[in-house]
Every structure is written in structure tokens, then in C-alpha cells.
């Protein structure tokens, strides 16, 4: 148990669970970061509601939603840390993993601030199909994207997140990684995206994603892949200029992905002039940190799975 507030202590508790030789690529940073930005992703600024404050994905209501599936792995690699540091929230541990994940992949340095609180029941978690559909295009991620207050610029640089991870049949149904190397951050992403050829391919689950066919593939070698919202990125004009600007200059990337991950785990959240945060509910409830959960990666997410599977 670490002193109330040390979040150095808990930064290196998230650094060691990162690597997994069993796991995926071998590391949990992608699925941390993706934790995050679901975690952040359901605000909406007209009804000021959902955002990272509330870790609501504990409840079924929204760790249930087929937009999360697999997320519960990334939630369970973080029981440990929250076991050592149980005065830290869901909301703060889930959300700086994502920014420790990130650093930690090679990427830029995210400034993080601590206080959010912890839904003490689902009364207050937002409705689900706030998330982004991976099967639609441009105006979809401007609906999206524009609720939660950003602008076009800020959507291209947030969709460099997919230089991370992969997509996985039982969780999205889509399949496969959208980089060489899903474990270190990098401007790879949008370097793809403009010189390989995208071709359509339809998966045996009837849904359709983007490959790149190599001529040099060999045996067992993975097909890069680009969901219809990333290739969305390319074919809209205005998107399409900060695609070409981050794929040019790394620095610039890095620069503004940092800002908007930052702004993005702040969504909904007002602080007083020292920082601390001043939404009703922390105030009412002070800082409240939810009782430790399993330490495995069960509930509800299976049975999207299953359902998925019997799709194929
Ligand atoms: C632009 C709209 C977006 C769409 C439609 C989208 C969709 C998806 C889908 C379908 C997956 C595959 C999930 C799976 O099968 O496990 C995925 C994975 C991922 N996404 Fe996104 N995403 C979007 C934006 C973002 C943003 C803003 C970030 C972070 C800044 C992000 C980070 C990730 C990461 C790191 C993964 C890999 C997770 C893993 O390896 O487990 N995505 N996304």
C-alpha cells in the first residue's frame, strides 16, 4: 500500500504489468490505451455528460456495450496496481494508464491530472452507441467526435492511436493490426494509410475492412489492415491534409496527439484554479474510490463474443 497521492508509485505499478509474452504482441499498452479513450470517449458537451470521470465501465450498462468488448482484460491487467494503491479511482488509474502506456510505447510524454471520482451506482453511466463505428465513414466520425467538442485536426491526430494494437474477430470483428510493429508508438499509421494500396476485403463474418495485399507476403505473414473509418481519414479532403502533415513530420504528430489525448481524459471535467476537480458529484462525494474488483477478465463482454462467433 502506497502513500494517498503518490502517483509516481502507481506510474511504475502500470509500467510493470505492461509487459505480457502471452498476451496479444506481448503488451497491454494498446489495450490500456484504448481503455482510456473509451473510458473518455462518451462525452457529450451539450448534455455535459459520460467522459472519464466515473469509471462507469465497472457496471454492466457500459462494460456490456459490444463497443467495449475486450476492454475487460485491460481492466483486469490493472487489478494488481489497484490492489497496491486502493486509494487511487478506477477513473485516474484507467485513464493514466493510457497517457503511461503511451509514453512507455515510445510516444510522447501526455500530461495527466488526478481527481476524478467513482460512480458509486450505474444511475449516471451514458447511454451506449456513443463510441465510433469502425464500419462508417467520414460523417460519421464527425458526429462522433464533434459531440465530444473536437474540431478536424484533433480527429485525425486522435485516429494515430491506431498505430497501436489490433482489431480482434472476437472483440470488433474486425481483424489484425494496423502496423508492422502495434507495440511502439509511431507516425506509421499515417505513413500507410497514404502509400500502400488499400484494397476491400469482406471476412467471413460478412464485415468489411481494408488490407494491404503484399506481393512479398509470405506464408503466415499478417495482412496490415485499415478500418473504413481510417481509410475515411484519406478519402475526405480536410482530413486528408493532416493525414499527409502527420505522415511527414513526427515531431508535429507527436505534438499534437499529446495534446488531444490530454484534452480528450479531461472531457467534462471543471477544476478550480489549483486543479482540483470541481464537478458536482466529486464534491458531493468527495474523492471516491471504488472497492477493488476480480482480478480475472470475465463478465459480460463474453457473450458479445459468443454472439460474434456464431455470426462466423
Ligand atoms: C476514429 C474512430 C475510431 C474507431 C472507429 C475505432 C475503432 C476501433 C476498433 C474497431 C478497434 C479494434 C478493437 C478490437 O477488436 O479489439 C480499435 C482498436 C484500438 N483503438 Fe480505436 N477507434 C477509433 C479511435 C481511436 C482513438 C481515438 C484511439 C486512441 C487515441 C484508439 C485507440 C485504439 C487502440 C490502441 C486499439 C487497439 C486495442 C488493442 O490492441 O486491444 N482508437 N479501434
Request: aromatic fraction near 10%.
Amino acid at each position: 500500500m502506497s502513500r494517498t497521492g503518490d502517483y509516481d508509485a502507481v506510474r511504475r505499478d502500470i509500467v510493470a504489468q505492461l509487459k505480457k509474452p502471452d498476451y496479444d504482441d506481448g503488451s497491454a499498452g494498446p489495450v490500456f490505451v484504448r481503455l482510456a479513450w473509451h473510458s473518455a470517449g462518451t462525452y457529450d458537451a451539450e448534455s455535459d455528460t459520460g467522459g472519464s470521470n466515473g469509471a462507469g465501465m465497472r457496471y454492466e450498462a457500459e462494460g456490456g456495450d459490444p463497443a467495449n468488448a475486450g476492454l475487460q482484460h485491460g481492466r483486469a491487467f490493472l487489478e494488481p496496481v489497484k490492489e497496491k494503491h486502493p486509494w487511487i479511482t478506477y477513473s485516474d488509474l484507467w485513464t493514466l494508464a493510457g497517457a503511461v502506456a503511451i509514453e512507455e510505447m515510445g510516444g510522447p510524454k501526455v500530461q495527466w491530472k488526478p481527481g476524478r471520482t467513482d460512480l458509486v451506482d450505474d444511475s449516471k453511466v451514458p447511454p451506449r452507441g456513443r463510441l465510433p463505428d469502425g464500419a462508417q465513414g467520414a460523417d460519421h466520425l464527425r458526429f462522433i467526435f464533434y459531440r465530444m467538442g473536437f474540431n478536424d485536426q484533433e480527429i485525425v491526430a486522435l485516429a494515430g492511436g491506431h498505430n497501436l494494437g489490433r482489431c480482434h474477430i472476437d472483440r470488433s470483428g474486425f481483424q489484425g493490426p494496423w502496423v508492422n510493429n502495434p507495440t511502439r508508438f509511431s507516425n506509421q499509421f499515417f505513413k500507410l494509410l497514404l502509400r500502400l494500396e488499400w484494397s476491400p476485403k469482406t471476412l467471413p463474418s460478412g464485415i468489411k475492412q481494408f488490407v494491404y495485399v503484399d506481393p512479398d507476403a509470405e506464408e503466415g505473414d499478417e495482412q496490415l489492415m485499415m478500418l473504413p473509418t481510417d481509410i475515411a481519414l484519406v478519402t475526405d479532403p480536410k482530413f486528408r491534409v493532416w493525414v499527409e502533415k502527420y505522415a511527414e513530420d513526427k515531431d508535429l504528430f507527436f505534438d499534437h496527439f499529446a495534446k488531444v489525448f490530454a484534452k480528450l481524459v479531461e472531457l467534462g471535467i471543471r477544476r478550480n484554479e489549483q486543479g482540483a476537480i470541481v464537478n458536482t458529484d466529486n464534491v458531493k462525494g468527495g474523492y471516491v474510490s471504488a472497492p477493488k474488483k476480480s482480478n480475472t477478465a470475465t463478465g459480460p463482454p463474453k457473450k458479445q463474443a459468443a454472439e460474434v462467433r456464431a455470426r462466423l
